[in-house]
């Protein structure tokens, strides 16, 4: 869609923390979840608080939309190519950046087999960081302008999970191959040396992912051009539709690994 009317915002609030420490960060999150709003240029309407044992924030969007001002998620062509908005490797970042700070036998790991610096892991949970604050808001908008036939986002189900899902709704008889992983610096080599977290087999959970967009294969190399002068970050091809009567999603075997 091409704008958000309206979020409702859910907020758990931490029970265990220190009365002066939950204000202070409860304010903080409220704070930045209405810095996101106001970047994606809509308004909180309302909501729900609770208290948890752990700090959660997130929220409820809703656009009305006439046909035409939306893109269905059911209507992937076959030929059409597959892109992706944000990089993958978000679940490993996060981790390795827990482990530094822990010191502990992972971590150890990471240095003895090379598999990452003490930079290389700032530098990870640096991208991270940059890539689960960017909305998908130009993502989207720029999915009707360019004549997406499908999309999802890419989230905890890894971006195999989410290809199968997406296949799975399609109403023709089609399935998703991915030929490339674009992934953040390093985390492929964390991935593979020091812990399986299945980056490479499509089942890493991301957080904020990127959009996940079928469209017509003439129109792709535009609307990577315009998201990156929109946002300031690359898109990739990394997949095509293909023919599939069980509606299957796969990664190809020769699939190329990028780092970003």
């Not at 893109?71 to 390795?96: C, E, F, I, M, W």
């Not at 890419?154 to 089609?174: E, R, S």
């Not at 953040?184 to 977290?197: K, L």
């Not at 792709?220 to 690359?234: S, T, V």
């Amino acid at each position: 869609v091409k704008h958000c009317d309206f979020v409702l915002m859910l907020l758990a609030a931490c029970r265990d923390m220190p009365e002066n420490e939950r204000t202070i960060c409860t304010k903080e999150m409220v704070r930045g979840f209405k810095d996101a709003c106001d970047e994606a240029e809509t308004a909180i309407t309302g909501g729900q608080t609770v208290l948890n044992p752990w700090p959660i924030i997130g929220g409820v969007a809703t656009s009305v939309v006439a046909e035409g001002e939306f893109v269905r998620s059911d209507g992937a062509k076959l030929g059409h190519v597959v892109v992706l908005t944000k990089p993958l490797g978000t679940q490993v970042a996060v981790n390795v950046q827990q482990w530094r700070h822990q010191n502990n036998r992972f971590w150890k790991e990471c240095l003895d087999k090379k598999a990452a610096t003490e930079d290389l892991a700032k530098d990870m949970m640096h991208a991270a960081v940059c890539s689960m604050g960017r909305l998908n808001r130009n993502g989207g908008r720029l999915m009707v302008k360019y004549g997406a036939s499908a999309g999802t986002d890419v989230t905890g189900f890894g971006i195999l999970g989410h290809a199968q899902n997406l296949a799975d709704n399609q109403v023709a008889k089609v399935g998703i191959e991915l030929h490339t992983l674009p992934c953040i610096a390093g985390t492929p080599s964390v991935n593979n040396e020091v812990f399986n977290f299945r980056l490479i087999s499509g089942y890493s959970a991301e957080t904020s992912g990127g959009l996940m967009v079928c469209l017509p294969e003439e129109n792709a190399e535009a609307f990577c051009k315009e998201i990156e002068e929109l946002d300031g970050y690359p898109s990739w091809v990394i997949g095509r539709v293909v023919e599939s009567p069980e509606r299957k999603a796969r990664i190809v075997d020769d699939c190329k690994v990028i780092e970003v």
